[in-house]
């Protein structure tokens, strides 16, 4: 098994965990073309949601990679710093992972091998970026625009890669249709939402959290989108040959534009990777059309002359 990974199982009893560790141990042995140095520890949780809370209140975490379908956290990979290095956890749901033991023709075996394909993507990327911004990591603070921008932009690229990386296992699965649908959703309800909580903040002024949660949507519909064109290009398809009419959504919608974008950039980026990883200028661009983007959607992200962030409403 790759890297002495330690394996901690809960919510099974000792003959299904031991059947669960060999099967892991062997998976991760055949995920070996993936660069898995730094894994520490994966951990298979029946209470998921509150060990991943507990995790992440560990305030020195960097990354907090996470799958989702249809708004359902099904494994995480976490990073923290380690001495002069990192560690990375992988935390996993045991009602998910128990379908590694169904017969491998199972649909449930073959969703449940993708997802865990996605998040061992996601820690070969963690770590290619670890390589290339290791000191960065440790020390950069984001201010002013960049603080919203440059994360969004990491995440997009984060779940771009790892799903052109996993595409490979998704072959069996739905999920490129499932997240083709999920962005056509979100596409409709991000502009309601956005313009009744911008609406209703110009009202009330004090209702901050309309803003926080209208920045939420444009969040979650930018990284939607990374994940369905990291499919896309993992599968040498179009939009068009996976899904005629989310395609058709797509282009006669206000997102047209940023989905182009995201398209052209996520390939430039892609060009790069990993050996061009010199600096976070590698997001720049990316970060700039995601700026705009706001701007589109009625916020327009500002900065004063100390660098600190001011956010206008349109």
């Known amino acids: 098994m790759q890297n002495n990974v330690n394996i901690m199982i809960d919510g099974f009893n000792k003959k299904i965990s031991m059947k669960l560790f060999n099967k892991l141990s062997t998976l991760l042995d055949n995920f070996s073309f993936l660069d898995l140095r730094r894994l520490e520890k994966i951990i298979i949780s029946k209470n998921f949601k509150e060990?991943?809370?507990?995790?992440?209140?560990?305030?020195?975490?960097?990354f907090k990679n996470r799958y989702r379908s249809n708004n359902d956290t099904y494994a995480s990979v976490l990073t923290f710093p380690n001495n002069n290095d990192f560690k990375l956890i992988l935390l996993i749901k045991s009602d998910l992972i128990k379908n590694i033991l169904e017969d491998n023709s199972k649909q449930e075996y073959k969703n449940t091998l993708h997802i865990l394909h996605h998040e061992l993507a996601h820690i070969h990327d963690n770590n290619k970026k670890i390589d290339a911004f290791k000191d960065l990591m440790k020390n950069k603070s984001y201010k002013g625009i960049s603080s919203i921008t440059?994360?969004?932009?990491?995440?997009?690229?984060?779940?771009?890669?790892?799903?052109?990386?996993?595409?490979?296992t998704a072959l069996d699965t739905d999920y490129p249709k499932i997240m083709a649908d999920s962005l056509a959703l979100k596409i409709v309800q991000a502009n309601q939402n956005i313009k009744t909580e911008l609406l209703a903040y110009k009202i009330n002024k004090k209702r901050e959290d309309l803003?926080?949660?209208?920045?939420?949507?444009?969040?979650?519909?930018?990284?939607?989108?990374?994940?369905?064109?990291?499919y896309l290009n993992g599968l040498k398809i179009t939009l068009q040959e996976l899904d005629e009419e989310v395609d058709y959504k797509i282009e006669t919608s206000y997102f047209k534009d940023i989905w182009e974008i995201l398209k052209y950039e996520f390939a430039s980026i892609h060009q790069v990777y990993p050996?061009?990883?010199?600096?976070?200028?590698v997001y720049k661009?990316?970060?700039y059309y995601i700026e705009v983007f706001f701007s589109q959607m009625g916020i327009v992200l500002d900065e004063n002359e100390k660098s600190q962030l001011k956010i206008h409403i349109m």
Do not use: V
């Not at 440059?150 to 490979?168: D, T, V």
């Not at 949660?213 to 930018?222: A, F, G, K, Q, Y």
């Open 275 to 281: 050996h061009g990883f010199i600096n976070l200028n």
């Open 51 to 62: 060990d991943l809370k507990a995790l992440n209140l560990n305030k020195q975490t960097i």
């Open 211 to 230: 803003i926080q949660s209208s920045m939420n949507h444009i969040e979650s519909l930018l990284i939607s989108a990374s994940y369905l064109i990291g």
């Open 150 to 168: 440059f994360p969004i932009a990491e995440l997009c690229w984060s779940e771009y890669i790892a799903n052109f990386i996993s595409s490979k």
């Open 285 to 287: 661009n990316l970060s």
